[in-house]
């Protein structure tokens, strides 16, 4: 009888560990949705000194997942001070961004340093995925650990940029300079 509990447990400890990584994988889609969401209110938070000059709010993308196509199902819906929302995507290598938002995703974040250089003197709100990536330049960064949101904001960054941000959105975050 312990060598069939025995075998069973050997045959059932790698199937179990086959099927765990699929069902955590079906949940965590129900993040990025929420994400996208997160990224349009930035928007409600945030006052750029153009507001007024541009017939659309543009929020660029860097690199690619699942996140950038729920934020093109969501904007598509949504508008930003009465403007239509365009997401408009950067080839990772691009130098010049022409955008109020710019999202720069987990995959492409070494890029960080390159896209301050290039939006330097610039009203953009930089967005970055990933722990610390607020510290390294970005006005905010968006952790995600345990299915829990953790935003970093960085208000010198964002100042420094002529943006002015709301204290609802600074009290929901956790600022670092």
Not at 73 to 80: D, I, N, S, V
Not at 121 to 142: S, T
Request: glycine letters at 6%.
């Amino acid at each position: 009888m312990q060598t069939f509990r025995h075998v069973l447990f050997i045959l059932l400890v790698p199937v179990a560990g086959l099927l765990a990584p699929r069902r955590l994988m079906a949940q965590a889609p129900a993040v990025y949705p929420i994400e996208a969401n997160v990224v349009y209110h930035f928007g409600k938070y945030i006052e750029w000194p153009d507001k007024d000059l541009r017939s659309e709010f543009v929020i660029g993308v860097i690199g690619d997942g699942p996140v950038v196509d729920e934020m093109v199902k969501l904007m598509a819906q949504r508008t930003a001070d009465g403007k239509k929302i365009v997401i408009r995507k950067y080839a990772s290598n691009s130098s010049s961004f022409n955008c109020q938002m710019l999202f720069i995703c987990e995959r492409a974040r070494s890029r960080l340093r390159e896209v301050i250089l290039a939006t330097a003197g610039m009203p953009v709100l930089i967005v970055a995925e990933g722990a610390g990536m607020a510290r390294k330049g970005a006005g905010i960064a968006i952790a995600i650990s345990d299915q829990h949101f953790k935003l970093e904001i960085n208000k010198t960054n964002i100042e420094r940029r002529k943006l002015q941000i709301a204290d609802e959105l600074i009290q929901l975050g956790t600022v670092v300079n």
